[in-house]
């Protein structure tokens, strides 16, 4: 049964609101909507449900974009068919990052994007994150190539940045050949 989530469209101004910190513990419904996220990513990636529910495969979901105004987002990466790695990081920070940058060949997504955008979004080909999990323990989490953008676009969430923001809106492909496409 696909989870009910009502995903924010680009034209909601609350997109672009600050998310403020998550103190613990977590409310049951904070928890309820860390589950149901997850279990919407995954079934946007398998093609049976993404076909059946009319979904575009999604990776990861920020709490802004369902109208929370909370430092939550999860990430949820097909590792095989039907095999999930999934990642809630609460009150997220990028401790470190590579020199080299990278951007999605086909282009960026996003589930509150719905239009096609052409350009490249520049982004660290590898990061170190510490972030909380549901019971606000720390972890550190080094991600590399496609784990990194999705960190790096649902963090940008957090600050109310969304990933066309980051598109030169002049030269949509500036600096593609001091980058590497993943």
Request: aromatic letters at 8%.
């Amino acid at each position: 049964m696909l989870p009910k989530l009502r995903i924010l469209d680009e034209k909601n101004k609350m997109l672009r609101t600050v998310s403020k910190e998550v103190t613990f513990p977590l409310s049951a419904k904070d928890k309820k909507m860390i589950e149901d996220a997850m279990k919407y990513l995954e079934m946007s990636q398998i093609d049976e449900y993404s076909e059946k529910y009319n979904l575009r495969p999604g990776m990861g979901l920020a709490f802004i974009q369902l109208g929370v105004p909370k430092r939550i987002f999860v990430v949820v990466n097909e590792v095989e068919e039907g095999k999930f790695e999934r990642y809630v990081a609460i009150n997220p920070k990028i401790i470190s990052y590579s020199e080299e940058l990278i951007y999605v060949d086909e282009g960026e997504g996003c589930l509150s994007v719905n239009r096609p955008v052409e350009g490249i979004v520049p982004r660290y080909a590898r990061i170190k994150v510490e972030a909380q999990d549901i019971d606000g323990e720390v972890h550190t989490y080094r991600l590399r190539e496609d784990l990194s953008v999705a960190f790096q676009h649902e963090l940008d969430h957090l600050d109310g940045i969304l990933f066309v923001d980051k598109i030169d809106s002049k030269n949509p492909f500036r600096g593609k050949n001091n980058m590497r496409a993943i």
